[in-house]
């Protein structure tokens, strides 16, 4: 019989351009990627196929929590693979109960939806939006100005970065944005129509942006005045990465007012399952005087992955390390030293870096003007990409988000003698570019 698609070819020789140009000719080039292919990782460490080592301070876009290749997570990926990969959501099976128990200690009363992704999370967190508004005809749902909310048909309408949704209008109805750290432009931009605000706790892709306690209180008490569902995107800034589970409960810590603070409803992606995909929004048990979590009935909302035995025995051991290894710690020492280091270099190299923030191991740094570094500016890629690549010639792996910043989001057990690795090469690249 003769096969519709040629086999492909065999991957005999393990070189950049063998992998590039599988890429070239089969995969939808829908991503700007770098010029490296890797095969291994181990911890904080990766392999390119040219068996070059770097240092990953990006953690797959803060996904690695643990690292790669963690060996509690290969043996809980072993151990429930044997056991039970996939069963229906028609059936229960204990580590999907057990997983949802653990996120609810560690966020508040409430109950947990599973899907596969944080667009996938968000979607979730639109509907129930939606639902909770139904019956008064209220739809709307505010965003903040430079949000990323995921990239479905939704996700872009609810993020505030004009840049993803061009191309794909008509945009879907029922999302503004208002600027984020405002809580006067959110009270002034309610509608009759409102009935959703929706915010990260730190803003990533948009340049890593903490909200500040009193924005977060304040949306709160308006929240909780106009009979509104507060949302929080803790896809990126959650799991732990700023030192407490979710970046609230940092950002609040010791803030009067600040103890009793929840919002409605939490989306959570990427470290949730440390590498293997998984998904989940939390849902409060109470708001406004409604059953919130008992909203989304049988047959109101559903997908065929959505808490694997498999993903949710994963979720759960990765948990078990972060508590049991104290990884929140970590995650608040080291990225404080950390913090401390790209200070010092910006002081140190006021024409190239010009400023740093962020909470835990959630950090940007960001670069002068393109214009303003002479190495840079004659460049066709961004000062931030431009700066990537030669961390890369230095052996360290970041995230550029936008033109002028750089995103840190390693495995939350990096150690200090990593972290001094990173902030050496980016001392030693800022030096060759000022
Ligand atoms: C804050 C935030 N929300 C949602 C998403 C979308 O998550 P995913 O790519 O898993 O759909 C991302 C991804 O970067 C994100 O950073």
Redesign the pocket.
Known sequence: MQEIVPPPPPVVRNEFETVQALFQQYVVPSYGRFELAFTRGSGSEVWDVHGRRYLDLGGG??VNCLGHAHPEITEALVTQSRRLIHISNLYYHEPQGRLAQALVRLIGPGRVFFAN??????EGLFKLARRFGHDEGRFEILTAVN?????TLA?IAATGQERFRKGFEPTTPGFRHVPFNDLEAARAALSPATVAILV?GVQ??GGITPATPDYLLGLRRLCDEKKLLLLM?G???GHFRTGRFQSFQRILEGVPGGEGFLPDGI?M??SLGGGFPI?AFWVRAQAHGVGLSELLGPGLHATTYGGTPLACAVALRVLEVIERDRLADNARQIGAWLKAELERLTARFPGVLTGVRGLGLMIGFELAPKERIPALASGEKTAAAQFVDRLHQAGVLTVPAGPQIIRLLPALNLTRAQTAEGVAAIEAVAGAVA
Do not use: L, P, T, Y
């Open positions: 876009i803060a992704s944080g667009g996938e999370a968000n949000s990323f909310h995921g990239r996700g990260e990533g892709e995107d896809v990126q800034c989306s992606a990427k998904g």
